[in-house]
């Protein structure tokens, strides 16, 4: 079993920046690829950016290329996410996500990812 829990979020202005951290335990981190997701008022979990075990290889949304960037601490059992020149669409709350796999191959639908953390806040002001 693996416990994710997110911390990170809050309220910001448009243009601003937040890191999100996802830190994790119960099982051995550096052998999980990693995801963030997110959900807005209204509308579906949609996948925002992913880190393979090693950090070797991520990959994101076409919404967040160039603004976000998914990083992980196997030391620290913890993956981040620095969201910077954030709109107000980013609002949402973000998940993070976990999935048994030592290979780079990229994984972005919520149903190839088995743990989940309870989410966290991000809500950005025009």
């Known amino acids: 079993q693996v416990q994710l829990v997110e911390s990170g979020g809050g309220l910001v202005q448009a243009g601003g920046s937040l890191r999100l951290s996802c830190a994790a335990s119960?099982?051995?981190?550096?052998?999980?690829?990693m995801g963030w997701f997110r959900q807005a008022p209204g509308k579906g979990r949609e996948f925002v950016a992913f880190?393979?075990?090693?950090?070797?290889?991520?990959y994101y949304a076409e919404s967040v290329k160039g603004r976000f960037t998914i990083s992980r601490d196997n030391g620290k059992n913890t993956v981040y996410l620095q969201m910077n020149s954030l709109k107000p669409e980013d609002t949402a709350v973000y998940y993070c996500?976990?999935?048994?796999?030592?290979?780079?191959?990229?994984?972005?639908?919520?149903?190839?990812?088995?743990?989940w953390g309870q989410g966290t806040q991000v809500t950005v002001s025009s």
């Open positions: 880190i393979s075990w090693s950090g070797g290889r991520t």
């Open positions: 119960g099982r051995t981190f550096p052998l999980f690829a």
């Open positions: 996500a976990a999935r048994d796999s030592n290979s780079n191959v990229v994984l972005t639908t919520e149903n190839e990812y088995g743990y």
